[in-house]
């Protein structure tokens, strides 16, 4: 107990050092300050900008998979056979116990022609896509109004619609409730039952990415209707869901192989899992971080690099305090301690200093970009530890130096 004692009356001499000094510790804490925060922003720019990419990749449904028909197959037989490789018996077989890795799958079936879609005097140029009643659950799709397609939809043929915000907007300007209306794709009329949510992709459609179509201007119909309009049983592609993320390779494999097996290497087909873009957006989106964190913590060197300096400064200055307290009792640990605690507050209030300002910068970010730019809370304890680390290793030089005068040696010192 008298030992804890003594260690908290030299962390107070510690606080009392720094408060004699106030200018000195004052430019020390700035730079670890500076470097702190500069390593959060990095980070929290990071973590936010993955957030993003990771919201867009959601509004395709993060398990999903997709099969289809490889028409760049080198095997010129092969790629002149005609057909998608893909059509209605199909399903039957692959609904069975095939594919354990797939929990649910939808096939797409996309008009072959450009029909008219038309309101009166009033034309859309959506996406058209027939599905099943699963392909809302698989794409991630919500309704804004209305309900999905049932199952006697697809069976029946029903002439029933569900539309992008897009669509309603641009046949039916003068309502906010399409639902129950009718309009007309080549002519015949199709009802519709229910409005899909709005979907963000901005992000893709800045780079120019495939996935980055307007995902509101899209109308989805029965399967089975889009068969009839192109007059025969072809399905585009396959959409699935795999029971868990990590299966999503498995998943995708399982169901090309029944197909390749099924057409007995007729056709040759590929995949595609967001499972892999989720593996490469934290590839690169890794190696960003670590070359910003790199570059960030240059400025947290140089504010270590001054604690050191200030820190050796202070030894010279007080060499006579350190013979005297060592002629009334100190020994070299307890030396040691008061100036790597003098190095670790001036860190740790640093550290604390440029997490507040990391915060700021996050939040003045956010509400700049609309990025979610807020560092994490794994974010803000590695800056208190490496504020922490920052001050030991900057202070254990000169607290070392200062712990090996003898007392002789510095009481002699002016």
């Not at 780079?207 to 399967?223: F, T």
């Not at 967001?274 to 593996?279: G, N, V």
Request: with cysteine; hydrophobic share 45%.
């Amino acid at each position: 107990m008298n030992s804890l004692h003594i260690y908290i009356e030299l962390l107070g001499e510690a606080f009392l050092a720094l408060r004699d000094n106030r200018l000195r510790s004052l430019l020390s804490v700035v730079g670890i300050a500076i470097g702190i925060a500069a390593v959060m922003t990095v980070s929290a720019v990071s973590s936010g900008g993955k957030a993003f990419v990771i919201k867009e990749l959601e509004t395709f449904g993060l398990r999903s998979v997709w099969v289809f028909r490889d028409y760049a197959d080198k095997d010129p037989n092969r790629r002149v056979r005609q057909g998608s490789g893909l059509v209605e018996q199909d399903l039957a077989i692959l609904s069975g116990e095939c594919c354990p890795a797939v929990h649910r799958f939808s096939p797409v079936s996309l008009v072959e022609n450009d029909p008219i879609i038309q309101w009166g005097n009033r034309y859309s140029n959506a996406e058209i896509k027939g599905v099943n009643a699963s392909y809302l659950a698989i794409n991630n799709d919500r309704l804004k109004l209305g309900r999905g397609f049932r199952q006697e939809d697809i069976y029946s043929r029903r002439p029933v619609v569900l539309v992008g915000e897009t669509v309603s907007k641009d046949l039916f300007p003068q309502t906010g409730n399409p639902l129950g209306r009718h309009f007309r794709i080549a002519g015949r009329k199709y009802r519709v039952i229910g409005v899909l949510q709005y979907k963000s992709r901005d992000l893709l459609a800045s780079i120019g990415s495939e996935g980055g179509e307007d995902a509101n201007n899209r109308i989805l119909l029965p399967y089975t209707l889009v068969q009839q309009i192109n007059g025969n049983q072809e399905i585009s592609y396959l959409q699935a869901e795999a029971v868990s993320l990590n299966q999503a390779e498995r998943a995708a494999a399982q169901l090309k192989q029944v197909l390749e097996r099924r057409y007995r290497g007729a056709y040759q087909y590929t995949q595609v899992t967001l499972a892999s873009y989720l593996k490469t957006v934290d590839r690169i989106l890794g190696g960003i971080t670590a070359m910003g964190v790199v570059a960030a913590s240059t400025s947290l060197l140089v504010g270590g690099i001054g604690v050191a300096g200030i820190m050796s400064t202070a030894v010279v200055e007080r060499i006579r305090e350190i013979g005297v307290r060592m002629a009334i009792g100190a020994n070299r640990r307890h030396i040691l301690f008061q100036f790597l605690a003098e190095a670790v507050l001036i860190s740790v209030i640093g550290g604390i200093a440029g997490l507040f300002v990391g915060l700021l910068l996050g939040g003045l970010l956010d509400l700049v970009t609309g990025f979610p730019l807020i560092p994490t809370p794994s974010g803000i304890l590695t800056g208190l530890t490496v504020s922490v680390l920052v001050g030991l290793a900057s202070g254990y030089y000169p607290a070392r130096r200062a712990a090996a005068f003898l007392p002789v040696e510095a009481l002699r010192r002016e």
